[in-house]
């Protein structure tokens, strides 16, 4: 069974800019999850999708915001690029709300 | 608020030694789930075991085991037998199934196996 695969791997932007990333969860998870990863913040949680709607969201602002499609997969975007958004940003999927998340490999954002 | 605690930066195993890395956390929600993520330097965070508030059995996932003291709010990872592919960072989290839902993460601690 595949794991979670997440694309693309790397990202170099400049501020302004914006950016959409992808992740394709295990084949039947329902549930889809953001994290965001950097030294100074450690891991927080950006928001979850189950069933095309966002059932939670962390507390950043607008301009990060996400999409579930009815395959399941997912997409964020980062709109107005800021240095500060240089992260690894992590997604995660599981079978439901109440389940084990399994992670992708990330997308290293650099923003420059 | 749930919060996820690891005092442990960086810890130093001998190779084919047992270690502990330390977790505790904090709830007021009575179900809940721990996970314990290895994440290497390459960056995936792979998961490495889990431990519901309602299971009384501990949980072992081959080499892990997760020591589970529910009174005592504590979730330490036990791995035996390290191996020089342990040495990545590991990071303590928990998910309130009746709250937030999210994942909350601990600091995390940097394992370094020696030879």
């Known amino acids: 069974k595949a794991g979670v695969t997440q694309t693309p791997r790397y990202l170099i932007k400049t501020r302004g800019q914006q950016v959409t990333l992808s992740c394709s969860p295990i084949s039947g998870h329902r549930s889809v999850s953001w994290y965001q990863q950097t030294p100074g913040q450690g891991l927080q949680f950006l928001f979850e999708y189950f069933s095309e709607t966002q059932r939670n969201k962390g507390n950043f602002p607008g301009r990060f915001s996400g999409r579930q499609f009815s395959n399941s997969r997912s997409e964020m975007n980062v709109s107005t690029l800021e240095l500060g958004d240089s992260a690894l940003y992590l997604c995660?999927?599981?079978?439901?709300?109440?389940?084990?998340?399994?992670f992708g490999s990330g997308t290293q954002l650099s923003v420059l | 608020a749930q919060k996820i605690t690891q005092t442990q930066p960086g810890m130093f195993v001998q190779e084919k030694e047992a270690v502990t890395l330390d977790c505790t956390y904090d709830t007021s929600d009575q179900s809940y789930g721990l996970f314990w993520y290895k994440q290497p330097s390459s960056g995936e965070m792979i998961f490495l075991i889990y431990q519901g508030s309602y299971d009384e059995q501990n949980a072992t996932e081959g080499r892990y085991s997760l020591n589970f003291q529910k009174a005592r709010k504590s979730a330490n990872l036990v791995i035996s037998a390290s191996q020089l592919g342990d040495s990545a960072m590991y990071f303590c989290a928990m998910r309130e199934f009746t709250g937030a839902n999210n994942l909350v993460f601990g600091t995390g601690t940097r394992l370094t196996v020696i030879p």
């Open positions: 995660a999927s599981s079978l439901g709300t109440a389940e084990k998340l399994f």
